[in-house]
């Protein structure tokens, strides 16, 4: 993957608003501040896998209980396509 790419930028940034989009709806409201903490973030160019240098985008909820929502509804690991497991 190129590190450097306009094209490739902003698809990566219109799909980590759409996982945003689909997580902010996923999440469980009380007061809505978990879910309106989240965010798109541009985090450069990491290194990723094998340390191969990579554009990297994030999508991050900044409230201080998201970790502990994220663990009990899977709100953000559905929104990627992922499956929760069963206790």
């Given at each position: 993957?190129?590190?450097?790419?306009?094209?490739?930028?902003?698809?990566?940034?219109?799909?980590?608003?759409?996982t945003?989009?689909?997580?902010?709806?996923?999440?469980?409201?009380?007061?809505?501040?978990?879910?309106?903490?989240?965010?798109?973030?541009?985090?450069?160019?990491?290194?990723?896998?094998?340390?191969?240098?990579?554009?990297?985008?994030?999508?991050?909820?900044?409230?201080?209980?998201?970790?502990?929502?994220?663990?009990?509804?899977?709100?953000?690991?559905?929104?990627?396509?992922?499956?929760?497991?069963?206790?």
């Amino acid at each position: 993957m190129m590190k450097k790419h306009p094209g490739i930028h902003r698809v990566m940034l219109s799909a980590g608003h759409k996982t945003l989009a689909i997580a902010q709806s996923r999440a469980t409201v009380k007061t809505g501040f978990n879910r309106n903490s989240g965010r798109v973030e541009d985090a450069g160019i990491q290194p990723v896998m094998r340390g191969e240098p990579r554009m990297t985008i994030r999508v991050v909820f900044h409230s201080r209980y998201a970790m502990d929502q994220e663990k009990r509804t899977g709100f953000l690991s559905g929104a990627l396509g992922k499956r929760r497991r069963r206790r």
